[in-house]
């Protein structure tokens, strides 16, 4: 299997034309519309083989939007890659870097600051896993290539619980203690 970032560059189109889709009728809440309509949508990503699905909505296209956004999220958590440690961040991860106002020089002066619906969230949830992959589950040091500083890697770790769950499971296969 290959990393993350290859498939997460990919616009939703061309990320579905890699996709096998399946559109069915879903159970559970939502009224008669839900049951008598085939709106569920499941997708089967061919090269990973990763499957997520969307029957949150009576849309079928609101579901197929969710299933995108739910496949991308998988990629990110499951698919690691190697990272090139003296090359530095990848861009789409040091474009999200700033120097908050009024930060004294030569400290880890830098922010990562990156929202769960920005369209590049698990574009950079990938590299900060895999960071964290490459130095054995070591906060500080996966902080330190970045350039952040170990609580702002672990507050952007913890933003989502997807995200966290992940970067427990690296912590934990390399005999550390869980975030807290």
Known sequence: MSG???YLRLDEDALLAQCDVHVYK???PGGQHRNKVSSAVRLRHRP????????????????RR??????????????????DAPAGPPPALAECLFVPRG???????????IGRKNERFWTVAAVLLDALEAFEGRLADAAG?????????TSV???DRHLLAAAQAIRRRHGHKPLQ
């Open 4 to 6: 993350a970032a290859e």
């Open 157 to 159: 770790l913890e933003s």
């Open 48 to 63: 990973t083989g990763l499957t997520v699905h969307g029957d949150d909505s009576r849309s079928q296209h609101d579901n």
């Open 145 to 153: 290539w970045i350039g952040i500083s170990t609580s702002n890697l």
């Open 103 to 113: 930060a004294r020089a030569g400290a880890a002066a830098k922010r990562l600051a």
């Open 26 to 28: 879903s159970s559970g």
């Open 66 to 83: 969710l299933a995108v956004r739910r496949l991308r999220m998988e990629l990110a958590c499951r698919l690691r890659s190697n990272l």
